[in-house]
Structure formats: C-alpha cells, structure tokens
C-alpha cells in the first residue's frame, strides 16, 4: 500500500511532513527488497534455491518487528522473577493528548516520568506496599482504530524489596496498588510539571489549541482537567514468568497497525478490522474503510521523534542497578542466582526452514543495494559446468 500510494501522498503533503515521517515512509517501502540488497539462501538437502531481502529494520515497519522482539525478549527473560506481575495502563485525558500531539517529545517523556514516579512513590509508601519495585513500561500512542490515544503499558513485579533491604516483601495475589490513587497522583505530577513546561516556553500551541497560548486561558485549562478523574487501570497478576513473556511479545515491539489486520486495499480506501471498546462481546469487533489518504496520516501520527526510547526500565529494573538489584532480589525470594550467559552458544537462526523438503538453508550468496541475485541454475547450465 505504501509503494502503491506513498508517493502521490508525499507529493500532496509536500511540505507538512517531517524527516522522520519520510524516512519512515522510504523504510517500509524499500523493505525487503532489491532497494536494501539481500542474500541467496539454499537448502543443505535438496539444493532448493529462495531469494530473501534485507530487512529495513525501522521500528516503525510491521515486518520487522517479529525478529526485534524475539532478541529483546530473549535478553529480558533472565530479568525474570518468580512472582506474580501485574498490568497497569496510565492513560492521558483526551484535553492532554491535543497538546502532547504537538509536542511529541516532551509530553510522551513527561508521561513516561510521571507514570513511573507515580509507581514508585506509592509502592514505596508504607501506607501501601512499603518496598522499591521494578517497572518496565512501553508507550503507545494509538486506539485500535489508529486515532491518537498516548498512554503506558507498565509490567511490574508482584512485590518489592524492603527500603533497608533485608527482605522482599509480596503484594496481595490479586492486588497490587490502589488505583484511585495513583489516578490521583499521576495527574497532580504530569499537570505541576506541564504548567513548568509552559512557563519554560517550551510547548507549542498551535491550530485549534492556539488559545491555550494566552496564560490566563491555560490556567483555566489546567483547572479544568485537574477536576476530571485520571484512569489508571490494573489487571490481575499473569499466571507465571512464561505468561508474562508471552505478553511482553505482544506490547513490546506492537505497531499502530499489523499487515494482518488490514483486510483489503483498492488503490482508493484501506480496510482493516479493528475494537470497539465501546462495545460487549461479538460487536467489539469491528471494520472500517478509511480513505488511503486518511489511512496514510493516521498510521504517521504515531512516528516517535528521532532517539525517542519507547521501551524504559525503572526502580529494580532501571539499567544503572539491574543486575545487584535482581540478585539480592532472588537472595531475598531464596531462589538460585541468575545463571551465567554463555557465550559459546551458536546465535539462533530465524530463517524458516526448506519449503520443500523442510531443510535448513544456507546463505550461499549476498548481493548489494539496487541489485539483483544471479538466476539459479538451470539443469542445462548445471551439466554444462559439471562437464569435463
């Protein structure tokens, strides 16, 4: 769709979309193709010959997101306790997601600091669950329907350790923190900070928010959305380290949209099922066709800004003290230490297996950008070259 339809929209946005949007653009139009080069691979058994493509490897591209998430889930798996985790989604206010639109960069960082002090403020409180915990926390800035919906999916530990350190302390099976106040929290932390970003000069308020611009009328703003409630929502712990893996896989690495749930695309529309959460049951499922134009602006206003880190780790978890931090934590659960990589092992190979015998291929020939592989040999040219 991007190949067929992304240049015609480059040629009428000229001009309205950033550099990152069109390298995003370029990425997933050249992926696996001649455009980046590629290899030959061919099977140990029949001699089967396949083409394959390099990758563009952008984290914005729906194919290349299966290998990215595997090795960073294989290097999280040690990070693993045995202990339940919980879920917990920070969601911004649909007043806050028009400003943090036009300010990318700040507000999502802002959102990220405040979610996670949110997390380890209360954690630590003794009131509550009186230990330091560990967080990992993803962002992401779409509905099903790819409207702009910025918000953080956290995975925390069912438990901390103590604030002198001596033991680890367990939440409830089924409850980790009050929700009600970490709403309440979260949106006293990111409007404080918001407020000193204004007053920094540092928000842009432009199109339909420009009126916020006048301060008067942003305090006004402010006070406004500091009476609405702030959902914070936890889900019941996952059942064991395997399940949370299993998650991570699905979150860490997802995109506005997946190719499998684009349903069709006729040059004029795109149509593709995504959830009504509006809805119960059967009719949560839902299709819509939006114009390929639309479509195109939508799936680009979820392009991070450049450098901006989706994936953040915080408290036990946060990279400066993981690993001490982990160990005493398995010291405290008593059980055995993490155990040492070994770096002898063989790397493992993704590449899907013969598709006619189920051989493993080998790569026996890579070309550059812009080229084509050599044709594989057919049975004349192959007697040719074994003649004498």
Request: net charge positive; with cysteine; glycine share 8%.
């Amino acid at each position: 769709m991007f190949r067929a339809a992304g240049p015609g929209y480059r040629g009428a946005h000229a001009g309205h979309l950033n550099l990152v949007q069109l390298k995003v653009m370029t990425a997933i139009e050249n992926c696996r193709t001649a455009a980046l080069g590629g290899h030959v691979e061919a099977c140990e058994d029949c001699g089967h010959w396949r083409i394959a493509y390099n990758s563009c490897r952008n984290r914005h591209c729906p194919k290349c997101q299966g290998a990215a998430a595997r090795d960073w889930l294989a290097a999280r798996e040690a990070d693993l306790l045995p202990v339940g985790y919980f879920h917990v989604v920070f969601t911004l206010p649909a007043e806050i997601a028009d400003i943090a639109f036009q300010n990318k960069a700040a507000l999502y960082d802002l959102l990220f600091r405040a979610a996670s002090e949110t997390m380890l403020t209360i954690a630590a409180d003794p009131q509550h669950l009186g230990a330091r915990i560990g967080i990992t926390a993803v962002l992401h800035t779409w509905g099903s329907a790819m409207t702009h919906h910025p918000h953080v999916h956290m995975i925390v530990p069912g438990g901390g350790i103590s604030r002198d350190g001596q033991r680890w302390i367990s939440s409830r099976p089924a409850f980790l923190l009050p929700v009600r106040v970490l709403g309440k929290l979260f949106r006293r932390l990111f409007l404080t900070r918001l407020l000193a970003l204004y007053d920094a000069g540092r928000l842009f308020l432009g199109g339909g928010i420009a009126p916020l611009a006048e301060r008067r009328a942003f305090l006004r703003f402010l006070s406004s959305v500091r009476k609405k409630r702030w959902v914070v929502y936890a889900k019941p712990p996952f059942a064991g380290p395997q399940a949370v893996l299993a998650y991570l896989s699905r979150y860490t690495h997802r995109i506005a949209i997946s190719n499998r749930r684009l349903i069709a695309f006729d040059g004029n529309g795109v149509t593709f099922r995504y959830k009504d959460y509006r809805r119960d049951g059967p009719e949560r499922q839902r299709v819509m066709t939006l114009a390929t134009d639309a479509f195109i602006q939508r799936f680009l206003l979820h392009v991070l800004p450049r450098g901006f880190h989706r994936i953040r780790h915080y408290g036990l978890l946060a990279a400066s003290a993981r690993r001490t931090s982990l160990a005493l934590a398995r010291q405290l659960l008593e059980v055995a230490p993490e155990p040492a990589n070994d770096n002898t092992d063989e790397p493992v190979d993704h590449r899907p297996p013969c598709p006619c015998c189920g051989g493993h291929m080998i790569v026996i020939e890579t070309f550059e950008r812009w080229q084509q592989p050599r044709a594989p040999p057919t049975p004349a040219t192959r007697a040719r070259e074994l003649a004498p």
